[in-house]
């Protein structure tokens, strides 16, 4: 069964860390191009950060850029979003996705993780 899932969410205050982590089952993560997602509650989905083939090449956010970083490990077939600096507007479901390379446009997905700054 191929599966993608998020964990490592949770509530942090401005300023701190979290790391989420995607793991995915039934195929090779790192025969993919993956982003994450982000979806505030009444607004769209957003793409966050996204790690391409090859030399893995990394794309950001403008809003995140410099704060964010998205990496993998193939060894545990997982990707990993270390969030640093977090910020209120930073609040959201995050997922993780399979997407077309040199695009933001999902094929697969996982059920997502909540993350909470409060002030």
């Known amino acids: 069964q191929v599966q993608l899932v998020e964990s490592g969410g949770g509530s942090v205050q401005a300023g701190g860390s979290l790391r989420l982590s995607c793991a995915a089952s039934?195929?090779?993560?790192?025969?993919?191009?993956v982003a994450w997602f982000r979806q505030a509650p009444g607004k769209e989905r957003e793409g966050v950060a996204r790690?391409?083939?090859?030399?893995?090449?990394?794309y950001y956010r403008a809003s995140v850029q410099g704060r964010f970083t998205i990496s993998r490990d193939n060894a545990k077939n997982s990707v990993y979003l270390q969030m640093n600096s977090l910020k209120l507007e930073d609040t959201a479901l995050y997922s993780c996705?399979?997407?077309?390379?040199?695009?933001?446009?999902?094929?697969?997905w996982g059920q997502g993780t909540q993350v909470t700054v409060s002030s």
């Open positions: 039934g195929y090779t993560l790192s025969n993919f191009c």
């Open positions: 996705a399979t997407v077309n390379c040199g695009t933001w446009n999902r094929r697969s």
């Open positions: 790690i391409d083939r090859g030399t893995d090449p990394t």
